[in-house]
Antibody
Framework: EVQLVETGGGLIQPGGSLRLSCAAS????????MSWVRQAPGKGLEWVSV????????YYADSVKGRFTISRDNSKNTLYLQMNSLSAEDTAVYYC?????????????WGQGTLVTVSS | EMVMTQSPATLSVSPGQRATLSCRAS??????LAWYQQKPGQAPRLLIY???TRATGVPARFSGSGSGTEFTLTISSLQSEDFAVYYC????????FGQGTKVEIK
């Protein structure tokens, strides 16, 4: 059974850093395109970042470029999102999701999400 | 910048009735269009991809159509479990979501 479990969310002060983790089971993270998608409270979905199968190709939404870093640990079958210079606008539930095809892929499995709250 | 526009924002439908949701892309996404369902407190669930292909386990009452810039999600006979928010998403050029359509009980 495919499963994605995010952890690492919490309350953080503006300007702070946080690292989210997404542990995968039932499939291999390195064989898929893995994304982070976020949802601000009461708002819609926003794609944040993707890491390609090669592990070195990474891309970001303009809203997080230069502040967030996506990575993975193949030995742990886990995806990460390092978030720096956080602001209130980054407050959201963060989901990891799998894209199972090429770069042109929908997202078929999603984790349950982890809430990040940026506030003083 | 790719923009996905969904209409209407809210759709009030009686159980057993048909619901038709629309999604428009600011430029052609070919058939690289997906629909997701999200219920309160839950993650999105993939319903339709490649504009018209149902994902595994999705009931046949859900159908998608369209290509290029105009797309439609149809729920042929609404069941109680279908009342939720629906998002379209293009994946032709990165990933962009529409703002969502809430399907509520009339």
């Amino acid at each position: 059974e495919v499963q994605l479990v995010e952890t690492g969310g919490g309350l953080i002060q503006p300007g702070g850093s946080l690292r989210l983790s997404c542990a995968a089971s039932g499939f291999t993270v390195s064989s898929n395109f893995m994304s982070w998608v976020r949802q601000a409270p009461g708002k819609g979905l926003e794609w944040v970042s993707v890491i390609y199968r090669d592990g070195t190709s990474t891309y970001y939404a303009d809203s997080v470029k230069g502040r967030f870093t996506i990575s993975r640990d193949n030995s742990k079958n886990t995806l990460y999102l390092q978030m720096n210079s956080l602001s209130a606008e980054d407050t959201a539930v963060y989901y990891c999701a799998r894209g199972w095809r090429s770069a042109i892929t929908p997202l078929d499995y999603w984790g349950q999400g982890t809430l990040v709250t940026v506030s003083s | 910048e790719m923009v996905m526009t969904q209409s209407p924002a809210t759709l009030s439908v009686s159980p057993g009735q048909r619901a038709t949701l629309s999604c428009r892309a600011s430029e052609s996404v070919y058939s690289h269009l997906a629909w997701y369902q999200q219920k309160p407190g839950q993650a999105p669930r993939l319903l339709i991809y490649d504009a018209s292909t149902r994902a595994t386990g999705v009931p046949a009452r859900f159908s998608g159509s369209g290509s290029g810039t105009e797309f439609t999600l149809t729920i042929s006979s609404l069941q109680s479990e279908d009342f939720a928010v629906y998002y379209c998403q293009q994946y032709n050029n990165w990933w962009t979501f529409g703002q969502g359509t809430k399907v509520e009980i009339k």
